[in-house]
């Protein structure tokens, strides 16, 4: 079920791809379960996080569902680059390949 927030003022917010996919790589969600439960296409999603610009231009009204479902403050979608984490914090990591394939796998402890 599509996450629902409602927005009286929305607007554009400049986004860096890089921190779409760790968002959601790290709360372990494949791209069709996170577009599923974001109300957009697969297709969409993709394009967001694999575009060619350094920014994506995002509706603020979506980071907040993106926020909500992948547990991160609204906050951290306007960050530069991701933050870097220990791999013990890393859930799930999912592999896409480009044929649209998705692998999970766990991380190897070192």
Not at 23 to 49: F, P
Not at 62 to 85: D, G, V
Request: with cysteine; hydrophobic share 40%; charged share 35%.
């Amino acid at each position: 079920m599509p996450l629902k927030i409602k927005a009286k003022d929305d607007f554009i917010a400049d986004v860096t791809p890089d921190i779409l996919v760790w968002a959601r790589v790290n709360e372990g969600m494949i791209t069709n379960e996170a577009s599923k439960r974001l109300g957009i296409s697969k297709k969409y999603l993709i394009e967001l996080e694999h575009c060619n610009t350094k920014v994506k231009q995002i509706r603020w009204s979506l980071i907040k569902k993106m926020a909500k479902l992948y547990r991160r403050p609204s906050a951290a979608f306007l960050l530069s680059k991701p933050p870097k984490q220990d791999r013990k914090v890393i859930k799930r990591l999912i592999v896409d390949y480009n044929d649209g394939t998705q692998i999970p796998f766990e991380p190897v402890e070192e």
